[in-house]
């Protein structure tokens, strides 16, 4: 499954609980996390910290693999960074988790 927004890491955070058979605050307990907690998880918020839901995708079996698309063209004028993603240090996925 790709995952291109938080709403469809949500959807299979959502697929997974429900296929254990699991409501948001036993799920949570497992996890060791809040049940509002899940609730934003699987609706998809912006903002969750990336860390702890590396750590629950690992928890639940699921690996995290990072591949590169081609990106998508910025239109002219625009304030996004147009810096080349080759450029990008490389991320160390198990330090974010462990860390």
């Given at each position: 499954?790709?995952?291109?927004?938080?709403?469809?890491?949500?959807?299979?955070?959502?697929?997974?609980?429900?296929?254990?058979?699991?409501?948001?605050?036993?799920?949570?307990?497992?996890?060791?996390?809040?049940?509002?907690?899940?609730?934003?998880?699987?609706?998809?918020?912006?903002?969750?910290?990336?860390?702890?839901?590396?750590?629950?995708?690992?928890?639940?079996?699921?690996?995290?693999?990072?591949?590169?698309?081609?990106?998508?063209?910025?239109?002219?004028?625009?304030?996004?960074?147009?810096?080349?993603?080759?450029?990008?240090?490389?991320?160390?996925?198990?330090q974010i988790v462990d860390g």
């Amino acid at each position: 499954m790709r995952i291109r927004s938080p709403k469809d890491l949500g959807a299979l955070v959502r697929d997974y609980r429900k296929s254990q058979g699991l409501n948001q605050t036993a799920f949570a307990r497992k996890l060791g996390v809040t049940q509002s907690y899940i609730s934003q998880l699987e609706n998809g918020k912006r903002t969750l910290q990336l860390g702890p839901v590396l750590r629950i995708l690992c928890e639940l079996g699921f690996s995290v693999e990072i591949g590169r698309e081609e990106p998508k063209r910025i239109a002219r004028g625009s304030t996004r960074s147009t810096a080349r993603r080759s450029s990008l240090p490389a991320i160390d996925i198990d330090q974010i988790v462990d860390g």
